[in-house]
């Protein structure tokens, strides 16, 4: 299954922009600032989370709109084609909207539909910035495999923020309220670390199977920021409520959870490694997930200028991944010389101006 009949309404510096008649492989050409990515940024849109920007959705709203924006586009290859669709209204800026066959839904039913993965070059930085982005990354590919996982991503956050409000309080918490608290951070929590945990496993079956060459193969581990198991984050809960009152924040749990990343043939940590390499091991774990992630569902795979930083036969070696696997992919670039291998069994929009031309 693939996206066809892609529009986007008052999107960024999109007035209005159908793509249509699309292919396995799609490439989107055209000069910096025209408005490529934007169209990357609102498939993405497509599926739980804020989107590969994580843009607030006011700033997603073209400038001297006054009616919010609006991204659809029709699942084909089943049966009956599926409208997918995410708007915002004027009278409700910050709220995204879901419709699925024009019916109101919820951002999560869109993962039920369609798996979404995405490469851009703001994700340079991955293994050797912060936890907290790693985290981030960690979830939303488990939610392309899982949707439920952002539900219990979504509750242990917010149950989290209020047991941090009650330990920063000046009076003593209620032991009785804590519990309660504590209760559902162990579940969801627990939810959430097995499902992080899952897809580390899953993606390194899948990285094994590729060829070791001409992208490093990456070792991926799971790195628990707490006792794992119900009982044991429960309980380590309840034991520090004391320690965590004077820090003023929950100290364990998998708020605090990390993803290691070693260049396996060198063992040697992803954040040690070469820009170069750190590019290239992150292009095997998104061509893995991918892989993964179409297994079963229709799956979506965008890469925002990829190709620039790319050798030739590193590029012939992508492309032929991206053949064999059962993605839908998306490719962004300033020219069209780069995919040349490709360019005839891919559809080709020339981005201009806030327009897309079917070349």
């Not at 209760?183 to 070791?212: C, F, K, N, W, Y």
């Amino acid at each position: 299954m693939a996206l066809d009949r892609i529009s986007l309404s008052d999107f960024r510096n999109h007035a209005q922009t159908t793509l249509e008649g699309t292919a396995r492989m799609n490439l989107l050409v055209g000069a910096n600032g025209a408005g490529k990515t934007n169209v990357l940024e609102a498939l993405s849109l497509l599926a739980p989370g804020r989107g590969m920007r994580r843009a607030a959705l006011v700033d997603m709203v073209r400038g001297g709109a006054t009616d919010g924006f609006a991204v659809g586009a029709s699942l084909i290859g089943a049966e009956e084609p599926v409208r997918l669709g995410t708007y915002t209204q004027g009278a409700q800026p910050g709220r995204r909207r879901v419709r699925v066959n024009s019916a109101e839904s919820s951002a999560v039913a869109l993962g039920e539909w369609l798996a979404i993965g995405w490469l851009t070059p703001a994700m340079d930085g991955l293994f050797t910035g912060a936890a907290q982005d790693r985290r981030r990354y960690l979830d939303r590919l488990a939610l392309a495999i899982d949707p439920v996982h952002a539900r219990h991503a979504g509750r242990y956050e917010a149950t989290l923020r209020e047991r941090n409000r009650l330990l920063s309080d000046d009076r003593e918490p209620d032991p009785s309220w804590l519990d309660a608290i504590e209760t559902q951070l162990a579940e969801h929590g627990t939810a959430l670390s097995e499902g992080r945990a899952r897809l580390i496993d899953a993606l390194m079956a899948e990285i094994v199977a590729q060829p070791e060459a001409p992208f490093p193969r990456p070792a991926l581990s799971y790195a628990p920021g707490g006792p794992l198991g119900y009982e044991g984050l429960s309980q380590a809960l309840h034991d520090n409520r004391r320690r965590d009152r004077a820090a003023q924040r929950t100290l364990d749990g998998p708020h605090r959870d990390d993803l290691e990343v070693l260049y396996a043939a060198r063992r040697m940590p992803a954040a040690q490694c070469s820009t170069g390499e750190q590019k290239a091991l992150l292009l095997a774990i998104t061509i893995a997930h991918a892989a993964l992630s179409a297994k079963g569902r229709a799956s979506l795979l965008l890469l925002d200028e990829v190709a620039a930083h790319l050798d030739p036969d590193r590029r012939a070696a992508l492309f032929e991944r991206l053949r064999a696997g059962g993605a839908q992919v998306w490719i962004t670039g300033t020219e069209l010389a780069p995919f040349a291998t490709i360019a005839d069994e891919a559809a080709v929009w020339t981005v201009a101006g806030g327009s897309a031309q079917r070349r």
